[in-house]
């Protein structure tokens, strides 16, 4: 019978999750993990793996944890414009924290390890997809309800919004500028209303 923990796995896979998010994965180094969530480095391989399980296990916490919670207004049965507009407020008070100096683990990720990374850059395709789906069907919805006039196609307005925010979340991480991003995300949502 194994050693029973004496941590929160998942509290530690948090902390290791904030620690790649804002350095990456080359600049993050073992010592530095086990220094940032107070266990050694027996503990750290035999509970996680090597450094890169432990950052695709720390990638798909992001996406259950913060992506997760920022599309949660988009899951709701009857999702439509206030849904999307829930979700871009959502979106901007995560942006507008300290947080959002890191941008999109995601972004981060794909950047420094490059699309060949089959592991990472299918993992955050199917999170944009996800997004991409969900954004539709509130598109869709919207349509259906009588709130939108000119949009004629649901799919490629649910990619202009991803393709969009995506671009507003980099801003952000490269400027470090809120204000900014604020200002662009409430022009996107004032955008959405002449749809």
């Not at 948090?14 to 220094?35: C, H, I, N, P």
């Not at 997760?68 to 414009?81: F, H, I, K, T, W």
């Not at 060949?116 to 997809?129: G, K, L, N, W």
Request: charged residues 25%.
């Amino acid at each position: 019978m194994g050693r029973q923990l004496t941590f929160d796995r998942d509290e530690k896979l948090k902390q290791a999750m904030r620690l790649f998010w804002a350095k990456g994965y080359e600049a993050t180094s073992m010592q530095e993990l086990v220094d940032t969530l107070g266990i050694n480095r027996f503990s750290l391989y035999n509970t996680y793996g090597d450094k890169r399980t432990l950052f695709l296990e720390a990638l798909d916490r992001y996406g259950k944890s913060v992506m997760n919670r920022l599309v949660e207004p988009l899951l709701a049965p009857d999702a439509g414009m206030g849904a999307i507009s829930a979700y871009l407020k959502n979106l901007g008070q995560g942006l507008a924290m300290a947080s959002g100096d890191s941008g999109c683990f995601f972004q981060n990720a794909v950047a420094e390890c490059g699309p060949e990374d089959e592991d990472i850059r299918s993992q955050v395709e199917e999170t944009f997809m996800q997004l991409e789906r969900l954004l539709e069907q509130a598109l869709r919805r919207a349509m259906e309800a009588g709130e939108l006039k000119r949009l004629q196609d649901p799919q490629q307005g649910a990619r202009f919004i991803v393709t969009h925010i995506q671009g507003v979340i980099l801003l952000r991480k490269a400027t470090r500028d809120s204000d900014r991003v604020m200002e662009s995300l409430r022009f996107l949502q004032a955008e959405l209303q002449t749809w």
